[in-house]
């Protein structure tokens, strides 16, 4: 046996994973259900390394150092477990799957049970940087068991993209699921940044009146400050694109109904289990489904709005400088509450993972990769516990600086009849957050009044309920 690492499952990502491996001087073994995908990777990219292709299982495994290291790479769901029961009985103790398809973290935690029982460490390792990461250095969050990442690590760092400082894009997150939990949640984070963006833009077009190829110019200039991110960077290439067949812009041409491959909501699902407000990616998931629900959105076409005309030049160029800090407060509020959602999932399943080094590895590599998740890692380095990304000092400050501008923009939109789910959702949670009373007292009361749900005083210790159908005396409760 030769290769250090193999790959089942040679679709693009499976395939170009193998290939990064290859160039990184590993011997990768790569196998696939259906050969002709293995003979062709072989045919076509052979020459970049060292391959060993097998046509079974059993020569896969045969080709496998050990302890046995085994990328799972094909379709998420049944064909994982399929996958799995496929290869398990052909392994010994100690040996490792890694999962590196898009699994729900559910499952991934049933696969690593039922495989540590037999001795062999599950890996659900979550992948970003769609193909062109995996070939050239994804951002790689393994999970399972911190034994399995010393043998496994080193090899996962070597393709691993890296940040600026030289680091790579991966570490151990921590047991079970941990890694895919954290994938998801970075998906969910991308959702919510994607359609942060989207808002700006069409704030940009419709209420300031630019033209596609102007808010490129724009997207370019935001990219060389605080929000430098891939996400800004593709943003202006895909608006500066012009149709070949048209010769309108791109952006104009394409049926603007959003889909989604289903992590996003994963993410919200899973919110609403730990009780974690993820109100920016929530209603960047809606948002999607919104706009492809063409059948309300005909039925409603002839509601009415406010009919307000675009800006003057002057106020227009305002305006653009103070959507850049709407956009930049509201992100900061989707990331905090992405990373709540981290934390509570890390104490609700003991997974002890690092806040500031998943940040870290989200520096390069993925859809999200930013300057600004070094800013998440300084914040959680200087305080592990930091309750909310908000409270940290510098993040506080940045935001505290934006809200006039924020609070300018979302009410410029709605005078305008222009939909910002995003912009309005962070502003709000802000504004919550930071609010002395909440009218959530008044909930408590009527949930008093109709059910008998009690409440507790900000004066006193225990719970209490009122006699509402009574005399409305008030009674301590259980
Ligand atoms: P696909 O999700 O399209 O899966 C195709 C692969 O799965 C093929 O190799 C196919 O084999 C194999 N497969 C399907 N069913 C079975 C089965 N029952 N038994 C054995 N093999 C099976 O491939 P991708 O490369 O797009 O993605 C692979 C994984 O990576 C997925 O889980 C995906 O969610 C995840 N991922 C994808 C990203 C992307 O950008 N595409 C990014 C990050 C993760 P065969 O050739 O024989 O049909």
Not at 356 to 379: V, Y
Request: hydrophobic share 40%; with cysteine.
């Amino acid at each position: 046996a030769t290769a250090q690492i193999g790959v089942t499952g040679l679709a693009v990502m499976g395939s170009n994973l193998a290939r990064n491996f290859a160039r990184h001087g590993h011997t990768v073994a790569v196998h696939n259900r259906t050969t002709a995908r293995t003979t062709a990777l072989i045919d076509e990219h052979g020459h970049e390394g060292t391959f060993v292709p097998a046509e079974t299982p059993e020569e896969f495994v045969a080709a496998l150092q050990k302890p046995r290291r085994l990328i799972i790479m094909v379709k998420a769901g049944d064909p994982t477990d399929a996958v799995i029961d496929e290869f398990a009985p052909l392994l010994d103790e100690g040996d490792m799957i890694i999962d590196g398809g898009n699994a729900h973290f559910l499952d991934t935690r049933r696969r690593e049970k039922k495989l540590r029982e037999l001795g062999i460490h599950f890996v659900g390792t979550g992948i970003s940087g769609g193909e062109e990461g995996a070939l050239n250095g994804p951002s790689i969050m393994p999970g399972g068991s911190a034994e399995s990442y010393k043998s496994l690590g080193p090899l996962l760092e070597s393709i691993a993209a890296k940040a600026p400082d030289g680091t790579p894009c991966c570490t151990h997150i921590g047991p079970d699921a941990a890694g895919h939990f954290v994938k998801m949640v970075h998906n969910g984070i991308e959702y919510a940044d994607m359609q942060l963006i989207a808002e700006a833009y069409n704030l940009l077009r419709t209420v300031a009146g630019y033209e596609p190829d102007r808010i490129a110019e724009i997207f370019r200039g935001w990219n060389t400050g605080r929000l430098d991110s891939y996400l800004i960077e593709i943003t202006a290439e895909v608006l500066a694109h012009t149709d070949a067949a048209t010769g309108k812009p791109f952006v104009d041409v394409v049926a603007d109904e959003a889909e989604q491959k289903g992590t996003g909501r994963w993410t919200v699902q899973t919110a609403l289990d730990l009780g974690v407000p993820v109100s920016g990616i929530a209603e960047a998931v809606f948002a999607r489904s919104v706009s492809g629900h063409t059948d309300l959105r005909r039925a409603a076409r002839s509601l009415p709005g406010p009919g307000a005309e675009p800006l003057s030049a002057d106020a227009a160029e305002a305006f653009a400088a103070q959507v850049e800090e709407a956009l930049y407060a509201s992100k900061v509020v989707s990331y905090a509450q992405g990373w709540n959602m981290i934390s509570a999932a890390s104490a609700e399943y003991g997974w002890d993972i690092d806040l500031g080094s998943t940040a870290a590895i989200w520096r390069g590599g993925c859809i999200i990769r930013a300057a600004f998740l070094d800013r998440i890692r300084t914040a959680f380095a200087a305080d592990p516990a930091l309750p909310t990304l908000l409270a940290d000092k510098e993040f506080a400050d940045e935001v505290g600086r934006a809200q006039d501008a924020w609070r300018a923009v979302v009410a410029t939109a709605v005078r305008h009849g222009v939909p910002t789910p995003g912009f309005s959702a962070a502003l709000a949670y802000y504004d919550a957050l930071r609010a002395e009373r909440l009218p959530a007292a008044l909930t408590q009361g009527q949930r008093d009044f109709f059910g008998a749900h009690t409440y507790r005083r900000t004066d006193r210790e225990g719970s209490f309920h009122t006699v509402w159908a009574g005399d409305r005396h008030e009674e301590a409760a259980g």
